[in-house]
């Protein structure tokens, strides 16, 4: 077994035949209708839900994922029974005691013997379960964290923290809501849970169908048509599923063939994909469930969250889009068949009616819903859509797989959250956030610009193998304190985070995105994360610019907004030009290197710059145009 495999390897995804897979999908189905009756319309304590939730969940982890990589897809090892038997039984001793849990005093009234054990055996039962979900390299993580908090009272100088026993960890990380049964559960068990419903229900009447024509129909007959249908619709099918990697293996499937049909090489066409897809997850209403939990985390409402990521989402896509199309025309690459294309008004007539139940969420978010109440009426507006045309109504066995759908497409994401609760328990215990800010301040010399680089480089790197939101949440609790101390406005140090957090998706050695794509391409992994760290190089610098000018966050005047949103756009394609090295001809060094220049100056948004930016762009189109004449 290679290094990558033993850290970043999950149990193989079971499918079970016969009664036994029939009654786990209807099983699956049941904790779907339980769940949105307890987000949307139960008045039982958070903490029952939350610990309800995670026990259903984790019964579904040992039925569903085997125990390693070769286990038998189609069996369901004897072990594994007992393993989601002892799910459900520990998870129906603490939903027995819930009431007592959520009166007891922390750390005063004593834990029982059979407190202890079953929340011990709950505690192992989740790393068991994060193990198999999101690989070894996140449990082996969170085993550190664990043993940091139990035995960091060892460690000498800033690192060490007070003596914490064995029953202070328990108390805190299983019997209050600061633990296991955290904000990144409950934000499972809810928002993240609902709005997955929305895109599975969506996605099967036919809205991802909808998109990719879309897609076509607006860019299919360009230059690099193709590839421009992979940016486009990737970025729209991210809007309704917030996941790199099920974007990759859904839009992929069908695009990076015809990119490599068209004379793509397949390392270029799988990092496409890859590039466009990361960005799904930055894209409102889903984005990777994270918005929700920077939501809780911080207490920014989430529609305010939401229509802040718009404009910096929409600016990652600028430079990808125009490389695209600088590599084809480079190239000499042509767009597809016309004849293979729907017009836009037919794509509109056929499908049109997909765009409603995003309005509809956008309509109730800005009405004063909570984001709970957004997802049930855009999943409503989903099924009401889907009855004006036969070929997209929904049957009774359709809204049956929908409902199982969604709870398994939530088996990973609880384990990751799950885990990550475990994580800001340890952290809060022994107030190691702190200790890091006054780290990164002591390798930074409180510069802020060089704090923000250590802050993306660890946001990254926390983030390599993860999904988004256990990415973003390791980052806000080690990583926000930094910018707190810095004097960044909550709003921008955390979109920062979430914006670096997403970008790991892409970033080797891991860059989870990159192997999904692969296994479609036929390309080496590696080389596709290479290439597309490279198309999506220029949308890493745009984090810097909403830091350092709210304005891209929708904060500022509308002349404000428009000025910083105008110099920065301008920057990201100048910063395109000069990456690929094109512009109606290949570059010269010089003007290359201007345009380059041209495109940091820009991202400042400071008027001088600007000026001094618009000039140097003059002068490189010069310098290019007379070597030109010269050959």
């Given amino acids: ?28 189905a049941a904790v779907a209708v339980w769940t949105v009756y307890a987000a949307a319309f139960s008045r039982a304590d958070a903490l029952s839900l939350t610990i309800a939730f995670l026990a259903m969940m984790l019964v579904m982890v040992f039925l569903l994922i085997g125990r390693s990589i070769s286990s038998d897809p189609g069996r369901i090892d004897w072990h594994d029974w007992i393993f989601a038997a002892a799910s459900a039984v520990a998870g129906g001793y603490f939903l027995y005691n819930a009431k007592a849990i959520g009166e007891r005093i922390t750390l005063l009234d004593p834990l029982s013997d059979w407190d202890m054990g079953a929340a011990v055996l709950l505690i192992g039962l989740t790393l068991e379960a994060m193990r198999r979900t999101v690989g070894g390299g996140l449990t082996a993580l969170v085993t550190l964290f664990i043993a940091y ?35 990144p559960l409950r934000v499972a068990a809810t928002y993240a849970f609902l709005f997955v419903m929305f895109g599975t229900a969506l996605a099967k009447t036919g809205g991802g169908d909808f998109f990719f024509d879309l897609a076509a129909s607006v860019s299919g007959r360009s230059t690099g ?50 590039a466009a897809s990361t960005g799904g997850s930055l894209l409102p209403p889903v984005m990777g469930a994270a918005a929700f939990i920077m939501s809780e985390y911080t207490g920014i409402p989430y529609i305010d969250i939401a229509f802040a990521a718009l404009i910096p989402a929409l600016l990652y896509y600028l430079p990808i889009y125009l490389q695209v199309h600088l590599r084809a025309a480079k190239i000499g690459l042509r767009g597809m068949d016309t004849a293979s294309i729907k ?211 929708l904060q500022g005047s509308v002349l404000e907004i428009a000025w910083a949103t105008g110099c920065v756009a301008a920057g990201l394609v100048a910063l395109a030009v000069a990456i690929e090295g094109y512009l109606r001809a290949p570059l010269t060094a010089v003007p290359r290197l201007c345009f380059a220049a041209v495109g940091m100056l820009l991202l400042f948004t400071d008027p001088l710059l600007a000026a001094i930016a618009a000039g140097m762009a003059a002068m490189a189109i010069f310098i290019q145009r007379m070597a030109l004449r010269a050959t």
């Fill in 149 to 183: 908090n139990l035995y960091g009272d060892l460690l000498s100088g800033p690192l060490g923290h007070g003596e914490i026993t064995l029953g202070h960890f328990i108390d805190i990380m299983a019997f209050t809501t600061d633990g296991l049964f955290g904000v």
């Fill in 1 to 28: 077994m290679s290094l990558f495999s033993l850290a970043f390897g999950t149990g193989v995804r079971r499918r079970p035949g016969g009664l036994s897979g029939k009654a786990i999908r209807l099983y699956a």
């Fill in 343 to 553: 017009p836009v008004g037919v794509t509109l007539r056929d499908g049109g009616l997909f765009l409603v139940p995003l309005a509809v969420i956008t309509w109730v978010l800005v009405d004063g819903y909570t984001p709970t109440y957004a997802a049930v009426y855009g999943t409503a507006a989903v099924v009401v859509v889907s009855m004006f045309k036969s070929s997209t109504r929904l049957t009774p066995g359709a809204v049956f797989d929908i409902l199982a759908e969604t709870s398994l497409r939530m088996v990973a994401v609880t384990g990751a959250c799950a885990a990550a609760g475990l994580v800001i328990g340890g952290i809060t215990m022994t107030g190691l956030a702190s200790k890091f800010s006054n780290l990164v301040f002591l390798l930074s010399g409180a510069n802020m610009f060089l704090s923000l680089v250590l802050a993306a480089g660890l946001t990254i790197l926390l983030g390599l193998g993860m999904p988004t939101p256990s990415a973003y949440i390791l980052a806000a609790v080690l990583v926000a304190p930094v910018m707190a101390n810095l004097g960044i406005d909550p709003m921008a140090g955390h979109m920062f985070l979430l914006y670096f957090a997403v970008m790991s998706a892409l970033t080797p050695p891991v860059a989870v995105a990159a192997y999904a794509a692969s296994a479609i391409s036929g390309d080496n992994p590696l080389a596709i994360a290479a290439m597309a760290v490279r198309i999506a190089l220029a949308a890493f610098l745009i984090p810097f610019s909403f830091v350092f000018n709210r304005a891209l966050l």
């Fill in 225 to 274: 048509g193709p590839a421009k249908i992979a940016v486009i619709s990737s970025a729209l099918y991210g809007t309704i599923s917030g996941s790199p990697t099920s974007d990759v293996v859904t839009t992929g499937a069908v695009t990076i063939p015809m990119m490599k049909k068209m004379g793509y090489r397949s390392s270029f066409a799988g990092a496409v994909e890859v």
